[in-house]
């Protein structure tokens, strides 16, 4: 799996951290989402999946290897 974040267009909800926190943070002056991990463990694919899926502005790819 490989993941991609636009911050360009993230909304700052904040809803891909709380799904995986360990690949997914925001930024403190704006909220804007910061990946931390861009080839997460196959532990955390169905979390970063969900976080994706529920990002309301699509900013969030995944790429299946």
Avoid: Y
């Amino acid at each position: 799996m490989k993941v991609t974040v636009d911050q360009d267009i993230c909304a700052s909800s904040g809803q891909c951290v709380g799904f995986a926190s360990r690949v997914f943070d925001q930024r403190d002056e704006d909220g804007v989402v910061v990946l931390l991990d861009d080839s997460p463990p196959q532990e955390l694919a169905d979390a970063v999946r969900q976080a994706a899926q529920v990002c309301p502005s699509g900013a969030i790819k995944i790429v299946e290897e």
